[in-house]
């Protein structure tokens, strides 16, 4: 399942200005065409500012000391979830797919 040739990861942080959808996601893995991916390779992105505000009110069923340590970490975890996401997640495999012809590509096969 592993890419014929070793692409390098990249992870960049941006802050977005708009996201044209209803809800934006934390993390992004573009472009999303297979193609592009495998040959030119691709960017795990973490939108940095589109993490939703927590505030001492929001946190529940939890001590005033255990709210702050939460508050204090919040950010980096999620910075480092987002990344293990995307670069883990979407980084490291191979779509698996057919050639035009029906035949199964070099690798092999986890369905047959």
Same mark, same amino acid.
Not at 1 to 4: G, L, P, Q, T, V
Not at 6 to 13: R, S, V
Not at 45 to 52: D, G, K, W
């Given at each position: 399942?592993?890419?014929?040739t070793?692409? !390098?990861?990249?992870?960049? @942080?941006l802050?977005? =200005?708009? #996201? /044209? *959808?209803?809800?934006?996601?934390?993390?992004?893995?573009?472009?999303?065409?297979?193609?592009?991916?495998?040959?030119?390779?691709?960017?795990?992105?973490?939108?940095?500012? !589109?993490?939703?505000?927590? @505030?001492?009110?929001? =946190?529940? #069923? /939890? *001590?005033?000391?255990?709210?702050?340590?939460?508050?204090?970490?919040l950010?980096?975890?999620?910075?480092?979830?987002?990344?293990?996401?995307?670069?883990?997640?979407?980084?490291?495999?191979?779509?698996?797919?057919?050639?035009?012809?029906?035949? /199964?590509?070099?690798?092999?096969?986890?369905v047959?």
């Open positions: 399942m592993e890419k014929d070793f692409l !390098a990861p990249d992870f960049t @942080t802050d977005v =200005i708009c #996201f /044209a *959808t209803n809800t934006c996601p934390l993390g992004i893995n573009i472009p999303n065409y297979d193609d592009i991916r495998e040959n030119e390779g691709f960017k795990n992105v973490y939108l940095s500012n !589109a993490m939703p505000q927590q @505030t001492l009110s929001s =946190i529940q #069923f /939890a *001590t005033p000391e255990q709210t702050t340590m939460m508050l204090e970490n950010t980096n975890s999620y910075e480092v979830h987002v990344a293990c996401h995307e670069l883990l997640g979407h980084g490291v495999g191979k779509s698996i797919y057919r050639n035009a012809d029906g035949s /199964a590509p070099t690798f092999t096969d986890p047959t």
